[in-house]
């Protein structure tokens, strides 16, 4: 169905963006507000649900005519994985009490959040311009 395969590089893109805000903010000024946004809670919950779902949808609905179950393999498996990834962060800022901060953690490099997230830009965007691929 053509409504999964734009909803599906929608949110790849989205979530792609909001789980490697942190490496592209410290590169690229204008993208920081992605991770110092106050309803960045509410956001990335929203996204990762969206992921989720959709990831979960276009594996048994693929973008053009192909074969049903491993439609649109890699962009679900990519929405499964970001969904999941944005989920865990947002619960697991939950499980934390008020009174403890939360940990800093150490970003000076590449961490897990910010290759998963390039890694989903990347499916989104190839998935943009090959559309009716197997597996892709």
């Known amino acids: 169905m053509l409504q999964f395969y734009f909803l599906s590089i929608l949110t790849n893109a989205a979530a792609g963006a909001l789980l490697s805000a942190d490496y592209f903010g410290r590169r690229l000024a204008r993208l920081a507000w992605l991770s110092a946004h106050p309803g960045s809670r509410r956001l990335k919950l929203t996204c990762g649900a969206a992921a989720l779902i959709v990831g979960a949808c276009t594996i048994f609905w693929p973008a053009g005519s192909g ?66 691929r197997p597996f892709l």
């Open 67 to 132: 074969v049903p179950v491993i439609g649109d393999l890699v962009p679900s498996i990519a929405g499964l994985a970001m969904g999941v990834a944005l989920l865990f962060e947002v619960f697991r800022q939950d499980a934390l009490f008020p009174s403890e901060p939360a940990p800093a953690p150490a970003r000076a490099g590449l961490d897990w959040r910010s290759m998963i997230g390039i890694a989903g830009l990347a499916v989104a965007i190839l998935h943009f311009f090959l559309p009716e």
